[in-house]
């Protein structure tokens, strides 16, 4: 089996001398081989971008140096003035802090402030409700005294009458 394979294979090939002198066959190996290198250069790009990935400093344009350190000390000012807006920030927190700490205990004393006079107020209208319940007890004696001061001068009257008719009596058994 082996050696009908390589028969096959043989059979397929010309021969070093058979196709090496024949211009038939070397017109056919250049057409294909001409045909493959189409292909190849249809394929692949015909411009390809070459980047030049250079680190000597003296191939590089002299700007570049100063714009990257430029950007260097600008990303430096940046970062502190984060830093510095940062810490004033904290500053500002703390007072702000310190403030509402003083804010909470002024808010307690007008809280205590207003509860008290509130508790003031509800005593001062109990005791003006109980003085006007005196007043209106002493308005109602006064009103019964002075009902009775209407009676007194019938009653006096009625006295008198009955010190004359007393006294009436009282004469003719002196005079016997």
């Known amino acids: 089996m082996h050696a009908s394979a390589s028969q096959d294979k043989n059979r397929r090939k010309p021969g070093h001398d058979e196709g090496a002198h024949n211009p038939d066959y070397e017109n056919i190996?250049?057409?294909?081989?001409?045909?493959?290198?189409?292909?190849?250069?249809q394929s692949t790009p015909t411009k390809q971008a070459k980047f030049k990935t250079s680190l000597d400093p003296a191939e590089s344009p002299p700007w570049l140096y100063r714009t990257i350190m430029m950007l260097y000390v600008l990303l430096a000012l940046v970062f502190l003035s984060c830093i510095v807006l940062s810490a004033l920030v904290l500053v500002k927190n703390s007072e702000m802090s310190k403030e509402?700490?003083?804010?909470?205990?002024?808010?307690?004393?007008?809280?205590?402030?207003?509860w008290n006079i509130r508790e003031l107020q509800n005593q001062q209208t109990r005791i003006w409700e109980a003085a006007q319940r005196d007043i209106k007890e002493v308005m109602s004696s006064i009103q019964t005294g002075n009902d009775r001061l209407k009676t007194v001068p019938a009653d006096i009257t009625q006295i008198k009458k009955t010190l004359e008719a007393l006294e009436k009596k009282a004469q003719p058994q002196s005079s016997t």
């Open 29 to 41: 190996t250049l057409a294909f081989r001409n045909k493959d290198q189409l292909k190849l250069s």
């Open 100 to 114: 509402l700490w003083t804010l909470k205990a002024e808010l307690s004393n007008v809280s205590d402030t207003v």
